[in-house]
């Protein structure tokens, strides 16, 4: 099916560990997101990518890493996971050429990530 | 990029309008307002997008006033399944640089 997919949708690992959550659209937008949300905070940006092999941080960057190989696929890794990281993440893509532009963004059904 | 405001929640019966406000003072000339709903365990979706004066689709209407400086959500005679949290984006729509959704406004419709 055409869209944007994430997964794994939902990940138990521990503290130290390295973990990759995957992001794949279908539409070759330009502008990929990941988001992480927590209770109280809302969705605060990680990444976001304005096509393959451009990359800059958001709001909060630290101890994730992305890269954009191919306009596709967006996968986000956290080098050595910390409790602090347990989050929903989505993952969200837009196309500046597109009707509303490029801040409409379409969001994957997001990751659960619980780090232990 | 523009800052916005938004109520933390509100409250609403099944049947009422619901208007929810979003204060953005440092609008640029060249932002649009996009508006995104999110149900739980969902991501957002889209709602609506304006860049002056009122817009209405099959789901909500968007009033923005000459200075910009504000929008207004509208949802008519809203529902049960209304019930989520809805956020106010400002940015240009030719840049999605740095799209920052803030904490929203939960929305909560009673029976």
């Known amino acids: 099916d055409a869209g944007i997919t994430q997964s794994p949708r939902y990940k138990i690992t521990e503290t130290g560990r390295q973990v990759t959550l995957m992001c794949h659209q279908t539409w070759s937008h330009s502008y990929m997101f990941w988001y992480r949300q927590d209770l109280g905070h809302g969705l605060r940006l990680i990444y976001y990518s304005a096509a393959a092999d451009i990359t800059d941080k958001g709001e909060v960057p630290d101890g994730y890493v992305v890269s954009r190989s191919k306009t596709e696929n967006f996968p986000l890794t956290l080098e050595s996971a910390t409790r602090s990281q347990t989050s929903v993440y989505f993952c969200a893509s837009s196309e500046q050429g597109s009707p509303h532009g490029a801040n409409v963004l379409t969001f994957g059904a997001g990751s659960r990530l619980t780090v232990l | 990029l523009a800052k916005t405001t938004q109520p933390i929640s509100m409250d609403s019966y099944e049947g009422q309008e619901v208007n929810i406000t979003c204060s953005h003072n440092n609008i640029a000339t060249n932002d649009y307002i996009t508006w995104y709903q999110q149900f739980p365990s969902q991501g957002p979706r889209f709602i609506i997008q304006?860049?002056?004066t009122k817009v209405t689709n099959e789901v909500a209407s968007l009033f923005i006033p000459a200075d910009r400086k504000s929008s207004t959500l509208s949802l008519p005679r809203v529902s049960l399944s209304d019930t989520a949290v809805y956020y106010c984006?400002?940015?240009?729509?030719?840049?999605?640089?740095?799209?920052?959704f803030g904490s929203g406004t939960q929305l909560t419709v009673l029976p």
């Open positions: 984006l400002v940015g240009p729509s030719g840049s999605a640089r740095q799209l920052t």
């Open positions: 304006g860049y002056k």
